[in-house]
């Protein structure tokens, strides 16, 4: 198991920018995937971005040249640097570790293992 800790949330003007911290309880550099989801009232909760182990990134659209994502295995930890933010960036962001497999449904799934979650509020 692994235990996840975001910090770095809070409240920015548009235009600014936010960079999150996810530090993780064990040692990262097994796990393959690790990412950033976000979940604003009355949403589903959505990709950000992803990083797997050798360092390939996935973005969601809506913050792509924006959103920077970058791992240290060393430090066990991830990060996310937010820029230029707009106020529909304002959610609650969690961090994400996919780690071993989990048998449901009658197929081998990634477990998913998830932080508390930071809160980011973008002000207009």
């Known amino acids: 198991q692994v235990q996840l800790v975001e910090s770095g949330g809070g409240l920015v003007q548009t235009g600014g920018s936010l960079r999150l911290t996810c530090a993780a309880s064990?040692?990262?550099?097994?796990?393959?995937?690790m990412g950033w989801y976000r979940q604003a009232p009355g949403k589903q909760r959505e990709l950000v971005a992803v990083i797997t182990l050798g360092g390939s990134t996935n973005y969601a659209d809506s913050v792509k040249g924006r959103f920077i994502i970058s791992r240290d295995n060393a430090k066990n930890t991830v990060d996310l640097q937010m820029n230029s933010l707009k106020p529909e960036d304002s959610a609650v962001y969690y961090c994400?570790?996919?780690?071993?497999?989990?048998?449901?449904?009658?197929?081998?799934?990634?477990?998913?293992?998830w932080g508390q979650g930071t809160q980011v509020t973008v002000s207009s």
């Open positions: 064990k040692s990262i550099a097994s796990i393959n995937d």
């Open positions: 994400n570790a996919k780690d071993g497999l989990t048998y449901v449904g009658g197929r081998w799934s990634p477990k998913d293992y």
